[in-house]
């Protein structure tokens, strides 16, 4: 048997009683401690931060929807303090950071959608800014320098807005730019313009190819040597490896042209 003295009064208790009343009585005071300490930190709701991270995006030309928990609360961490990073180069995958706090990481899910045509703007606009949105363009730039010879995929590009002077042949969409390939270096930021892009081409100069001549439901194909290149619908000459003439044709498919006429 123990006994207790609480102010005047005396207790008595068996030692397992006494020792249960300890370890509860410790308890609540270790949660006390804990729910004081996370009081004092600066915390973040989920709703809070995914609306942070899709009005990051949105700026940058990205549509997002981060897989986060609207109700979890997060502690550590003043939303001024946080970094929003993309990992392994796709904003697929998005990472938090804190500036204060080295041990405040998270990593999150993130459908993306790259906006295309024109950015959100806000139903009230001043008339300053109607002014300003008709003198610039929103279009495609590199995300990061490029050599000659790259063959452009989506995570190269971003949206971004631009002087419209200088946006002219530049791209608003984003399908006509994928695949195609560099014909010369350039650097971050740059507006990509069809100037800086090889042409798809179907046929290529000196290759061998079909030539198709059709009359009335009669066709036939040869083989020919293209004399230069060329896309789909370009009029090239090619020539006829057995008569050895030339004739020009328009570009069909991938190395065929259809006669257009004959040139002796």
Same mark, same amino acid.
């Given at each position: 048997?123990?006994?207790?003295? =609480?102010?005047?009064?005396?207790?008595?208790?068996?030692? =397992?009683?006494?020792?249960?009343?300890?370890?509860?009585?410790?308890?609540? @005071?270790?949660? &006390?401690?804990? &729910? #004081?300490?996370?009081?004092?930190?600066? %915390?973040?709701?989920?709703?809070?931060?995914?609306?942070?991270?899709?009005?990051?995006?949105?700026?940058?030309?990205?549509?997002?929807?981060? +897989?986060?928990?609207?109700?979890?609360?997060? %502690?550590? &961490?003043?939303?001024?303090? /946080?970094?929003?990073?993309?990992?392994?180069?796709?904003?697929?995958?998005?990472?938090?950071? &804190? #500036?204060?706090?080295?041990?405040?990481?998270?990593?999150?899910?993130?459908?993306?959608?790259?906006?295309?045509?024109?950015?959100?703007?806000?139903?009230?606009?001043?008339?300053?800014?109607?002014?300003?949105?008709?003198?610039?363009?929103?279009?495609?730039?590199?995300?990061? +320098?490029?050599?000659?010879? %790259?063959?452009?995929?989506?995570?190269?590009?971003?949206?971004?807005?631009?002087?419209?002077? @200088?946006?002219?042949? +530049?791209?608003?969409?984003?399908?006509?730019?994928?695949?195609? =390939?560099?014909?010369?270096?350039?650097? #971050?930021?740059?507006? @990509?313009?069809?100037?800086?892009?090889?042409?798809?081409?179907? =046929?290529?100069?000196?290759?061998?190819?079909?030539?198709?001549?059709?009359?009335?439901?009669?066709?036939?194909?040869?083989?020919?040597?293209?004399?230069?290149?060329?896309?789909?619908?370009?009029?090239?000459?090619?020539?006829?490896?057995?008569?050895?003439?030339?004739?020009?044709?328009?570009? /069909?498919?991938?190395? #065929? /042209?259809?006669?257009?006429?004959?040139? %002796?």
């Amino acid at each position: 048997m123990k006994l207790l003295m =609480v102010g005047t009064k005396t207790y008595t208790f068996t030692e =397992v009683e006494l020792s249960l009343k300890l370890a509860i009585s410790i308890s609540c @005071l270790l949660f &006390c401690a804990t &729910c #004081k300490s996370m009081a004092s930190q600066p %915390y973040i709701s989920g709703s809070h931060l995914s609306t942070i991270i899709v009005a990051h995006l949105n700026d940058i030309g990205v549509r997002s929807t981060p +897989a986060i928990n609207q109700d979890r609360v997060f %502690y550590g &961490c003043a939303k001024e303090d /946080i970094i929003i990073e993309k990992r392994a180069l796709s904003w697929k995958t998005i990472k938090l950071t &804190c #500036k204060k706090n080295d041990k405040w990481t998270f990593t999150f899910r993130n459908k993306v959608e790259i906006a295309q045509n024109k950015l959100q703007f806000s139903v009230k606009k001043s008339l300053s800014d109607r002014d300003s949105s008709t003198k610039t363009r929103t279009v495609f730039v590199l995300a990061e +320098a490029k050599s000659k010879g %790259y063959k452009i995929k989506e995570s190269d590009l971003i949206l971004s807005t631009e002087n419209r002077l @200088l946006t002219k042949n +530049a791209f608003e969409e984003i399908k006509p730019i994928l695949g195609k =390939v560099l014909k010369r270096s350039l650097k #971050k930021g740059t507006i @990509l313009k069809n100037s800086h892009l090889q042409p798809a081409w179907l =046929v290529y100069k000196n290759q061998r190819i079909t030539i198709e001549n059709s009359i009335g439901e009669i066709r036939v194909t040869m083989e020919g040597i293209a004399l230069k290149n060329g896309a789909m619908g370009d009029r090239i000459l090619a020539q006829n490896v057995s008569s050895k003439k030339n004739v020009e044709g328009f570009v /069909i498919g991938d190395k #065929k /042209i259809t006669v257009f006429r004959k040139i %002796y």
